[in-house]
């Protein structure tokens, strides 16, 4: 606390001058009778004890020193200084009875103290004891009117007292000493508003413009005051008075934006913040969180998108260098889905400035989305470069290592990436997914089947790793009722993707139940847009297996014609047979 510092400037102070006090007295004859002997030995002090107390509590041997002072007080029971230093180190250990007891006796023994005074002040307010904390402000500001400090002290005690009207009186006390401020006009009108008294509340706002009736700031906080408290006019009022003595201010076109929002008036609001946004000399903080709270989620997608996006681009205008506005207007393309645009403004953002690591990975991110599996490489590798502590550029760049067939660099990145991984299974389980599909481009089946088992030992729903390992568990016809129970789950965490539904329906094939592998790959054979070759080829063969060899071949020349198939596919269509 603050009064402990204090107190150690006091007892320095002290123990100088009862040291000049021992020096005075060296070398004289000891006089006076026994009973004045007696009382000076009560009002004595031992500068070097205290001293050395002060060094325990330091060092930070609480317990020594507090066996110290203790000692003291029994020795020099009329010595405040050994109480107050007792009581702030008590106080410290939250031992807040004997703290309270020990400064009592010390303000006791020199009731004139001020630091006694406020530190015993303090511990009444700590202790929420508010109307004894109240007593000794209210005396201390007796003895030293022209501390403003104790003022506010009090006038805050009597806030937490509910004592409105006496803390407004201890307010206009300071008034009147330092005149009006914008701090003391605000608080009372706040104390008037708790108190329901708008009238009085208006007046002290009013008093405050009075007080200098040019501050524009002034009248911006009447202006305020009237939108909040359902007086709009007096609020226009205002507002075009602020135009009139400041026609620049960049602020007053906010100001009247919310004002012509709150009385319906969206054209003119919109019309006011464009003039807002143009105009440079209004920070770019400002106008970034105007944007982020003046439209909503749902105004966003409805009636508000395109006075959003017009916003932003004004932003840009006006301030071309400064990364937030390319932020900003990057968030706003993101949600509207122009990925390839959001990109743009992303990058501009990391070349103005490439310490926002956030912005780096929504650009790694967008190359995802958009497949741009060059790019990604690229720019994973230097935001690795730039950020090497952190997991994820180096899953984006193994992913587009992997996509780009450098498999083996695929599994070099994976595997650097796993080890900065920290209580983090969802990401742990991506990157052994991701390495187990590499490890099986690689033809490595054991790492690649080791990779499968670690991802869904970090998460047992990953439904892309349970999808994967088990269709490649039957392309090698391994564990086939393993792969079965993976594939299930899988197409039961996602039930409508048509890959999983297509995985399935395999797994049955080679399991034998052609039934419901033709049920199935039936299912994934719906998702017109998602139909690969392969699905079309495992149709045929199930087809084929159920007795429909002309079906079979009809769904194998689809699979031709739709892109590359197994390396049998030419050969079944030729042959109109089946080869596995």
Partial sequence: MVFILLAFGLLTSLLLSGCKSAEKTQGKKKSGTSKEIQAKTQHSTNASM????????????????????????????????????????????????????????ALSLDPSNLWYQQ???????????????????????????????????????????????????????????????????EQKEKIFLHLNDSKRA??????????????????????????????????????KKIQEIDPGNPYIHMSLADYYRKTGNKEKAFEELKLGFSNTNLDVDTKVNILLSFYTVNQLYSDFKDQAMSLAKILIDAHPNEPKSHSIYGDLLMQDKQYAEARDEFLKVVTLDSSKYVVWEQVLRLDVQLEKYDHLLTYGKRTIELFPEQPLPYLFSGMA?????NFDEAVKEFNRG????VDNDELLAQFYMYLGDTY?????????????????????????ALNNYSYYLSLRSKDLEKAEKMAKKAVTLEPQNSSFED???????????????????????EDKQAVSAEVLEHYGDVLFKLGEPDKAVENWIKAKDKGKGSEFLEKKITDKKLYE
Avoid: C
């Fill in 401 to 405: 290592d992997y996509q780009l067939k």
């Fill in 50 to 105: 205290l001293i050395e107390a002060k060094k325990y509590e330091i060092t930070e041997n609480v317990q020594k020193a507090e066996e110290l002072l203790r000692q003291y007080i029994d020795h020099y029971p009329s010595d405040p200084v050994g109480y107050f230093e007792l009581s702030s180190l008590l106080a410290d250990k939250k031992n807040m009875d004997e703290a309270l007891k020990y400064a009592q006796k």
């Fill in 418 to 421: 796993l080890k900065l991984i």
């Fill in 503 to 525: 995985t399935y329906g395999w797994v049955l094939y080679k399991l034998g139940r052609y039934e419901e592998a033709k049920t199935w790959i039936s299912k994934a054979l």
């Fill in 202 to 239: 208006q007046a002290e706002l009013e008093k405050l413009v009075n007080s200098d009736p040019q501050n524009t700031k002034y009248l911006s906080i009447l202006a305020e005051f009237f939108m909040s408290n359902g007086m709009p006019e007096k609020a226009a009022d205002i507002y």
């Fill in 119 to 185: 530190y015993l002040a303090e511990l009444y307010r700590q202790q929420g004891i508010y109307k004894d904390a109240i007593n000794l402000y209210e005396k201390i500001i007796a003895e030293h009117p022209e501390n403003l400090d104790n003022y506010y002290q009090l006038a805050a005690l009597y806030l937490i007292s509910e004592r409105y009207l006496e803390a407004v009186a201890v307010y206009d006390k300071i008034a009147d000493k330092a005149g009006i401020s914008e701090d003391i006009a």
């Fill in 440 to 464: 099986h481009a690689l033809k490595n089946a054991d790492e690649s089947d080791k990779a499968y088992e670690k991802s869904l030992q970090a998460k047992d729903n990953n439904s892309y």
